[in-house]
């Protein structure tokens, strides 16, 4: 079984219009969406539920004020500036460190469960899907990605299943993070302009820095060729294989504000056929 | 008077809206902050001079073993595994550590003081005599809120200062937001850009913050997010039609209010409407 996770650094290069594409493609596979701040591959496979699990991580703190007397100790060690001269507790501060509830002389600070989000695994026309949704403002995002993750691996186990195609978040910090730990590949799909050659250069690093394989696509190559050159150029030069080029082209945004693949929106495009290719290039790739 | 940029879904065109902002209101006036620390892009496209680097770190703890007797009360308080003692060592895994101070606090034998785990740094500069600054953080951090703070200390309160945003929802994007006066809100007319859109003014709601809409490449798509705004009460200050001359001056790194310099009104309307809204301008 192989786990590939798609990841771009910039946001809005089209990782998601290609993992939907893919999904067209692949057989044997189950699909993953990690990008639990911003989910948006739901909204071109439609999946219908069939589990949904409460995401629950970490802690939060919560001052009862029958017991608390207002000592100040709380407000002292906190970190965050989390606790206000009411003694209230703003739950978007706290970082859920427990340091408060550990020194309290009167125990007057609960330290409930965090409710952070939900999770869900779900059937699509595509094959099964593990996806999930952080609560608005929530911390953890990082432990959700692990823990989709795993479920995604458990049930391809299950399901005998030959690939985990997963969505990843923008950025290069804690849910990439944990998007890509230990996963088979990352495959960055980037555009020729100078922001996403920046990102691109540092998610090859960040990728590099966890010793995982990079494959790389350029997407709306055409809108700079000369930038989709050095970009191919950048990536050769750090070990990463370059996959191929995709045209930009609206039946991207056509066929998703269809909710459909490409494929599905329309049989034979210049675009498809260029991710037709990258896919073959992929696959070769991952069982090279 | 601070306003946020910010989108939910990347690449809708927040440092877009936010540099050509920036740059078409009179540099005396505006300062432009990057909290995008993860991927920051403004300084690609305003080309600053920076004057000054400063490397932020975060507090980790350091432990004297001479002085450790492996009781284990730091590995007890510790809620992100950043400690663990076995028996008779004692492991510190710092890239863990959320620097809350608790195992310093905690121990008994004193034996644990802090050192510095580099988030990333931040720079200082002008580009034209706007004044930026922006942070970027370092390859394999996973923290970035401590980061999008330390870039936002450095607010000219005299100023109207524009603050571009990290996408998504959960702690960067709160950090790069809280506490601003206005949030600029990014979009573009389709079901991501919508989908992304709402869990934005969720976040910015939660928040209590005033909000507008740009939309960007606004006939791309179809009109879902008109209706939406219209519904939520967003009021849409500035639509930015779709054109491949905006977007290879884009890839080049060239401003739209160079290459499109009737576009620059539209952004001093922006302002105009922006401070119309938080109460800065009496309406006209």
């Given amino acids: ?288 | 008077m601070i306003i946020s940029v910010a989108s939910g879904k990347g690449g809708t065109g927040k440092t877009t809206v936010a540099t050509n902002l920036a740059l078409s209101i009179d540099a005396e006036e505006v300062e432009l902050l990057d909290c995008d620390v993860e991927e920051p892009n403004a300084h690609l496209f305003i080309h600053p001079v920076f004057e000054k680097t400063e490397t932020v770190f975060t507090a980790v703890p350091q432990i004297d073993e001479e002085k450790c007797t492996y009781c284990g009360k730091c590995g007890e308080i510790c809620q992100f595994k950043a400690i663990v003692v076995i028996s008779d060592s004692i492991l510190p895994f710092t890239e863990l550590c959320h620097s809350c101070g608790g195992c310093v606090e905690v121990c008994p034998e004193h034996a644990i003081t802090e050192t510095g785990r580099e988030l990333g740094v931040v720079e200082e500069g002008h580009s034209n005599g706007l004044r930026f600054v922006h942070g970027k953080s370092r390859i394999g951090e996973a923290m970035s809120p401590p980061l999008i703070k330390k870039v936002r200390s450095h607010t000219n309160p005299d100023k109207f200062t524009i603050i571009d945003a990290p996408p998504g929802t959960s702690c960067p994007v709160i950090a790069a937001m809280k506490d601003t006066d206005f949030v600029l809100m990014v979009t573009e007319p389709t079901p991501f850009g919508l989908h992304d859109l709402k869990l934005a003014v969720g976040a910015v709601d939660i928040l209590n913050i005033p909000r507008g809409l740009v939309i960007n490449r606004s006939d791309m798509g179809d009109d879902k997010v008109r209706e939406y705004a219209k519904e939520v009460g967003l009021p849409i200050l500035m639509e930015i039609p779709f054109d491949r001359k905006i977007a290879e001056a884009y890839s080049r790194g060239d401003m739209l209010v160079e290459v499109i310099p009737e576009l620059k009104e539209k952004f001093l309307e922006l302002y105009r409407r922006i401070k119309e809204i938080t109460g800065q301008e009496e309406a006209k």
């Fill in chain 1, 1 to 288: 079984m192989k786990e590939l996770i798609v990841i771009s650094g910039k946001g809005g290069t089209g990782k998601t219009s290609l993992m939907s594409a893919f999904a067209s493609l692949a057989e044997n596979k189950i699909l993953c969406d990690a990008d639990v701040d911003a989910a948006d591959l739901h909204l071109i496979t439609a999946p219908d539920v069939r589990q949904q699990h409460a995401f629950q991580s970490g802690n939060e703190a919560m001052i009862n004020p029958d017991k608390c007397t207002q000592c100040g100790l709380c407000r002292e060690l906190c970190r965050w500036d989390a606790i206000s001269e009411e003694f209230e507790i703003d739950a978007i501060e706290c970082e859920g460190c427990g340091v408060c509830v550990y020194f309290c002389p009167e125990k007057a600070i609960d330290f409930p469960v965090r409710t952070c989000g939900e999770w869900f695994i779900s059937d699509t026309r595509f094959g099964p899907m593990v996806h999930a949704r952080l609560g608005i403002a929530e911390e953890n995002s990082g432990r959700l990605v692990s823990l989709i993750r795993k479920e995604a691996r458990d049930l391809a186990q299950n399901k005998n299943l030959d690939l985990i195609l997963t969505d990843g978040p923008p950025g290069v910090g804690c849910p990439v993070i944990a998007s890509i730990g230990g996963a088979d590949a990352v495959l960055v799909v980037t555009e020729p302009t100078v922001s996403g050659k920046h990102d691109m250069e540092r998610v090859i690093e960040l990728a590099a820095h966890f010793k995982i394989p990079v494959m790389l696509c350029v997407n709306k190559s055409d809108l700079n060729p000369d930038t989709t050159e050095e970009i191919e150029a950048f990536a050769k030069e750090k070990g990463a294989d370059c996959l191929g080029r995709i045209p930009f082209d609206v039946i991207f945004t056509k066929s998703m504000v269809k909710g459909q693949t490409i494929f599905e929106y329309e049989g034979n495009s210049e675009a498809g056929n260029a991710v037709k290719a990258i896919w073959e290039n992929v696959l070769k790739r991952l069982s090279a």
